[in-house]
């Protein structure tokens, strides 16, 4: 009888916290700017990890010679992105900085490469879905769907105040699709 009681509160437990933390994962998503950015995929050539697009942002590459900033970087380390929205609607990077620069559009991401461009991530280099999904969305994000040309596409993202970027959907022809977790 106790060792049931006692395996009940701990599966209430976990679940609470699971609920806690997709509870926690939506709201930032809901609450966060949204901004749009060019992206392209491809190909990983990792079968581990499971059913996913690899995809690239302007984030992903940064020329330092192009933005403002610092430019005195470490792998592993910081980098906070200031970003500003241009005339077509989509986010790009115009400063790059080691410590919080305190006002307007700052993604947060870690370092993965110094050189003449910082190469970074943002924990949006990934997009996870089911099978047949994730390989639509790659081969679109490619550049072909059956051998045609594909319209360039915009991952929607929501940049919440702490800096922390979350994919929210794709524009795909004009086509907004945004992800519902429920």
Known sequence: MI???????????MTGFLVFMLVSHETARATGTEIEMSVEGYDPRDIFLGHYAEIRTPLSRIDLAS???????EPYQRVFVTLEIDADGLA?????????????????????WVGDALVTRFNIE???????EALALQAR???????EFAAPARVILSL????QLMIKGFEIDGERRIDRLW
């Open 3 to 13: 060792g049931g009681l006692k395996l009940g509160l701990i599966a209430a437990a």
């Open 160 to 163: 919440t105040g702490s800096g």
């Open 92 to 112: 790009r990077p115009v400063a790059v900085h080691r410590a919080q620069p305190g006002s307007g559009l700052v993604a947060e991401g870690r370092v993965t």
């Open 126 to 132: 990934r997009y996870y879905a089911d099978r047949d």
């Open 141 to 147: 994000l490619r550049g072909g769907v059956d051998g």
């Open 67 to 73: 933005v403002e900033g610092d430019d005195t970087f």
